[in-house]
């Protein structure tokens, strides 16, 4: 089995290649470079894979920042929806081609994309998308959240509507003990520093439902769902408007260049 790590942290995912290798004694372990707070980072990156000419039967958007202060990426998006969300938008519809050929009857490829449960405070501003007029740094990591289920939703209807043998669904890995909570209120952050023990999941148990969403035998040829604790839950309900979904991906396409088959009447 060929695994791909893409970051943007060369020692801390050469390290991780290490690790994978000697614990699960795969030689097929690799890294490579994707910065996805740069559209043409990922789209080099999708070349350098594609060149491999390696089938692609599990992508897990699994990247992000959380409460940053206001900056923008290097295309000039805020920094939560550039990167928590378009960067995963794109890596994924420019790996949708390969997704599609590796799948098969009874053996489907799968998208599995991870958010937050603090998508349940969000809000989708398609007026202001990227916070310019009023930032909060919570809200904006809510709103990036919330975009990624809408987008899952989405995703999976355009799949399934296509006859793909790719199904897509959304994990929530719960509160996690990470470097993610660098930038939040210092009072939170000393909570994590004294009780995060107590009160966080690990790294491990935190990937656990992604692993689930993964490989788990039956969810072979179903997507469209939240997962929460290995289990399909209810997602915001805001989340399943079809006609918000449908906004939010043609907004994204005009803002990644991304072909919009919905506008288009294409079929993916």
Partial sequence: MHVILAGNNDRRSQEAVRRIQEETLNDKVEFLYCDLA???SIWQFVGHFKA?????????????V????????????????GLNYLGHFLLTNLLLDTLKESGSPGRC???ITVS????????????????SHSYSPHGAY??????????????????????????????????????????????????????????????????????YAAVAPELEGVGGCYLYNE?????????????????????????TGVLDVTQEGLLM
Avoid at 241 to 253: F, N, V, Y
Wanted: hydrophobic content about 40%; some cysteine; aromatic content about 8%.
């Fill in 52 to 64: 491999k000419n390696i089938p692609l039967h599990v992508l897990v958007n699994n990247a992000g």
């Fill in 231 to 255: 289990k399909a839950t209810k997602s915001l309900q805001t989340t399943y408007d079809e006609k918000l979904q449908r906004q939010l991906w043609a907004r994204s396409c005009e803002m």
């Fill in 142 to 211: 809510a709103q990036s959240k919330l975009a990624l289920v809408l987008f899952t939703y989405h995703l999976q209807r355009l799949l399934a509507s296509s006859g793909s043998h790719v199904t897509a669904n959304v994990v929530d890995p719960g509160v996690v003990n990470t470097d993610l909570y660098r930038h939040v209120f210092w009072g939170t952050g000393l909570v994590k520093k004294l009780l995060g023990w107590l009160l966080f999941k690990t790294p491990n148990e935190g990937a656990r439902t992604s692993v």
């Fill in 109 to 111: 490829a799968r998208v």
């Fill in 66 to 81: 959380m409460m940053v202060p206001q900056r923008t990426t290097r295309d000039g998006f805020e920094e939560h929806f």
């Fill in 116 to 131: 937050s449960a603090t998508h349940y405070v969000g809000e989708l501003n398609m007026e202001d998308l990227q916070s």
């Fill in 38 to 40: 740069s559209m043409s």
